[in-house]
């Protein structure tokens, strides 16, 4: 974080692999989809810590669709940056995209959106940093993350109505 009160998008990127093993694996060798909300949980955390230098907890995850498995041996890699920010919250894009390392395919597996508080030293919400986006990349996807996480909500309503 700066000396103005603000963090960029890029000062909160991470990302994380994990080798699919059969430790998280369904009976089709597929990773289980508790472990995949694990692992985008932990990148969303770490994120959000980056950008707010505090402890973080996990208020709300969005929505998941799982759009596509991922196979035992596979890499999972998972991927996260804060998109948005309240007064104690960071607001966090989480995306999981599956490799096969044997021929180098991609493939995207699931996206969901994560909020976190942020506590200070005694658990108590704190304040975090404004989000600043300096280059027109960070533009991008914080813009992206936005119409992502208002279609996704939109969707879901569509689906309850």
Known sequence: MSDTGTATLAESHTEM??????????????????????????????????????????????????????????VAVIEGYVFNTGRTSVDVKVDVRA???????????????????????????TPVPKLACPTEDERVLRDAAIDGRKAQLEAVVERLE
């Open 99 to 125: 490799e096969n390392p044997k021929t180098d395919e991609e493939r995207e597996t699931t996206t969901s959106y994560f909020t976190f508080v942020a506590l200070d030293d005694d658990g108590r919400p």
């Open 17 to 74: 692999t994990e080798l699919l093993l059969p430790n998280d694996t369904n009976n089709l060798g597929r990773a289980l989809g508790g472990a995949v909300l694990h692992w985008m949980d932990v990148c969303g955390a770490i994120a959000a810590m980056r950008f707010s230098n505090r402890q973080c907890v996990t208020a709300s995850m969005d929505h998941v669709d799982f759009i596509s498995p991922i196979d035992l041996g596979e």
